[in-house]
């Protein structure tokens, strides 16, 4: 394996993430993808090992100082391998968490971080609506002003964790005349009245991960849970998806891992022609192809996380956009190249590998599509290049 | 509520393992180990009766080589307090395991002496008993429910076909068996605080034992599958097989 020059701390993250994922979440996987129902048996694993503390501060209860994006993907990459769909409980707790992380004041940490890092409360993220997703100017969810209330009203949709999550950071419009700078993230719990849930979506993939709308209809939200000031919820979900990007990285990076193992261990024990299948070169070089592109992802992945956690105050927007979007695209090469080693057992459900490929395809859509992230990318490469000759 | 466990670093219940070219010993390289499964039982009902009790030590204690260390950390990232490690070449013979183990838990004060009811990589089955006959202690064996009140525990034990439930003072032995509890995973603050924890270890010379091991066998080759047809006139011949070939019919 290679050397990624890890902590001790975040080699024992690692080991007890992959123990967890190997010896709880997989032998489940199948199970929660067929019937689609929230994973909470696991859940409860992970938050009795404190995995889910790994990107909180100290002093709210976690580990996460320093280095909270790269224990976030260490464990991120671990719980993914054994299965892309249960890891998101974890994963969107994160992306869920970071407005507060990122822009709440110390009351606000206070208040929610301590549940949040002993896993007793899933967090959720909600951006999306029908009419705004990586069009975030779209947003049309309201949040106007009443006494020492908000009063909120929209519609979110797909979001992750929906409905099984307790704590909410929600993108709404505290001044739909101004556009995007009138926008503001409000901390909504899940018992406030108005506050309800849609459908449950049917996904192709990552079944086990819980999707569903949120429904606002005149829900009063106290103004000490806005995050940040007004104005400001654009800036604050930009800086999220810096931070959260790499997460998502590291679960298509788990994923195409995970495919590739089950790959190798298909290729070397299935024979044909009286010989293992990993014994023909065209075999072989697909996997060898597979195995360079997961090692890319990952050395591309864990190299950004550092950039973040030891950077601070800078933006990462370019890297972060880099790693999830080409490690999800390795997912979905690899995850389907490793169908092909399976050969047709590969596209039966009796065998693992294709709901990797199922769970892969997700990877280059949420977050920002893959279409997006080469936007950003182009937008800052072009830009820091005409910069550079003025 | 005091309660010393006796656990043992085995290779790991998923690990292929290979004899040694002397044939005598278990091929160790690229062998992953483990804390025995049934240990697990033993020191997870420690814990939980030093939590529900709110006060009381729980001791660990292995007999094993440096590499013991490691599943002594282990137990101490579950929630033990303390761990000792009785260094010395371990065999396949119970015996000599069982008198070091003695003689160091004979003058360690305690209510419940907790072992696995087996270790799987030898499958002895004998350390819980001939701890309990050095020691003079009552030993309830392969337990699957433990009750303690007042000085007094009344044991559930799986016995062929059903079950036996046996009552003794404490102190005494219990030898877990799966069922009794669910064990916990480590914490990853388990995990750092067990870095702070004592470890004691101390070479011990182990006594000679009893058995002498002869040779160690691996199971048979299984044989090569065979395809007796198709559909529901395969049916008879393969009932005929199980029944007069097989015979689990």
Redesign the interface.
């Known amino acids: 394996m290679l050397d990624y020059f890890l902590t001790d701390?975040h080699q024992?993250?690692r080991e007890?993430s992959r123990?967890?994922a190997d010896e709880v979440l997989r032998p489940v996987a199948a199970d929660y993808d067929r019937s689609g129902e929230f994973p909470w048996p696991v859940v409860e694993?992970m938050a009795?090992?404190?995995?889910f503390?790994?990107f909180i501060e100290e002093r709210y209860g976690g580990?996460g100082d320093g280095d909270r994006t790269m224990n976030m993907v260490l464990v991120t990459e671990e719980l993914s391998k054994a299965c892309g769909g249960i890891s998101l409980a974890f994963a969107g707790t994160a992306l869920g968490t970071l407005p507060i992380i990122i822009a709440g004041s110390d009351e606000q940490k206070e208040k929610y971080l301590p549940s949040i890092a002993a896993g007793e409360r899933l967090a959720a993220f909600a951006l999306t609506e029908p009419q705004a997703g990586s069009d975030a100017a779209g947003i049309r969810t309201t949040a106007i002003r009443d006494g020492d209330h908000y009063v909120v009203n929209g519609i979110k949709q797909w979001i992750t964790n929906g409905g099984d999550a307790e704590i909410y950071t929600v993108v709404v419009m505290t001044n739909p005349e101004k556009g995007p700078r009138g926008a503001s993230t409000l901390v909504i719990e899940k018992d406030t009245p108005g506050f309800g849930f849609g459908k449950k979506e049917d996904k192709m993939g990552i079944r086990a991960s819980s999707t569903r709308e949120l429904v606002f209809e005149d829900c009063r939200v106290p103004v000490e849970n806005l995050l940040g000031r007004e104005g400001t919820g654009f800036i604050t979900a930009m800086k999220t998806f810096d931070a959260s990007r790499p997460g998502v990285g590291a679960q298509a990076l788990g994923i195409a891992q995970g495919a590739l193992d089950l790959a190798v261990d298909w290729a070397i024990s299935r024979k044909q022609f009286g010989s293992p299948v990993s014994s023909f070169q065209g075999l072989r070089f697909l996997l060898a192809d597979m195995a360079m592109q997961v090692e890319a992802a990952r050395a591309l992945i864990y190299a950004t996380a550092r950039h973040i956690d030891g950077n601070p105050k800078a933006r990462s927007t370019i890297y972060s956009a880099m790693s999830k979007c080409f490690a999800s695209d390795i997912a979905m090469r690899v995850t389907t190249d490793a169908v092909q080693v399976f050969g047709g057992s590969g596209y039966m459900k009796d065998y693992p590998i294709e709901k990797y490929m199922r769970d892969a395809k997700i990877t280059q859509i949420y977050e920002g599509t893959n279409q997006i992230q080469r936007e950003e990318i182009s937008r800052i490469l072009i830009g820091e290049h005409i910069a550079g000759q003025s | 509520m005091n309660s010393i466990v006796c656990i043992k670093r085995v290779p790991d219940s998923e690990t292929r393992v290979r004899i040694a070219s002397d044939g005598l010993a278990v091929d160790r390289s690229g062998v992953k180990f483990d804390m025995n499964e049934y240990d697990k039982y033993a020191l997870e009902e420690a814990i939980r009766r030093k939590e529900e009790a709110g006060e009381g030590l729980v001791t660990v204690l292995t007999v094993g080589g440096d590499d013991a260390r490691e599943t002594l950390r282990q137990a101490l990232a579950m929630g033990a307090d303390e761990a000792v490690l009785l260094r010395a070449e371990t065999g396949f013979d119970g015996l000599p395991v069982a008198v070091a183990l003695a003689e160091e838990i004979r003058d360690r004060p305690f209510d419940l002496l907790l072992f696995g009811k087996q270790a799987i990589d030898d499958d002895g089955m004998q350390v819980p008993a001939m701890v309990a006959e050095l020691l003079g202690l009552p030993a309830a064996t392969v337990v699957v429910s433990l009750e303690i009140e007042a000085g007094r525990a009344v044991a559930r034990r799986e016995v062929e076909g059903g079950h036996e439930t046996v009552e003794f003072d404490l102190p005494g032995i219990v030898a877990a068996q799966k069922g009794l509890n669910e064990p916990?995973?480590?914490?990853?603050?388990?995990?750092?605080a067990a870095k702070k924890k004592p470890l004691e270890e101390k070479d011990v010379t182990l006594v000679e034992g009893g058995l002498e091991l002869l040779e160690l066998s691996g199971p048979p080759d299984r044989p090569e599958p065979q395809i007796l047809g198709e559909g529901a006139e395969a049916v008879p011949e393969l009932v005929r097989r199980l029944r007069e070939e097989v015979k689990v019919l």
Request: charged content about 20%.
């Open positions: 701390e024992m993250i007890l123990t967890i694993k009795e090992a404190g995995l503390g790994v580990l | 916990r995973y480590p914490s990853l603050k388990g995990i750092m």
